[in-house]
Nanobody, 119 residues
């Protein structure tokens, strides 16, 4: 599985960004897709996930501000982020996996895209 993420950048607090990830190399529709992030000096953490059955999960810190979506026809998973905060600053990673246990670091990872939120 290969994952290519895009859409990161610099934005002011309160602004919005949309991340996208295109997957190849494995049946996309059969896999759970997620977004994780890693801030400087911190461990990588779960942000949002979309199972192959259509369930959407979010970390408490992003509920109501981030929306994950997947397009199985285009092998794409996206993360719409609004009301961004400086603490959202991190490298965001796209993830493709079989397990739906988001607390497990598993599956395939994209190269990461940097999101910087200025105060």
């Amino acid at each position: 599985v290969q994952l290519q993420a895009s859409g990161g950048g610099l934005v002011q607090a309160g602004g919005s960004l949309r991340l996208s990830c295109v997957a190849s190399g494995s049946p996309f529709s059969s896999r759970a897709m997620g977004w994780y992030r890693q801030a400087p000096g911190k461990q990588r953490e779960f942000v949002a996930g979309a199972t192959n059955g259509g369930r959407l999960d979010y970390a408490d810190s992003v509920k109501g501000r981030f929306t994950i979506s997947r397009d199985n026809a285009k092998n794409t998973v996206s993360l719409q982020m609004i009301s961004l905060k400086p603490e959202d600053t991190a490298v965001y990673y796209c993830n493709s996996r079989l397990t739906q246990h988001w607390n497990v670091q598993a599956g395939y990872w994209g190269q990461g895209t940097l999101v910087t939120v200025s105060s």
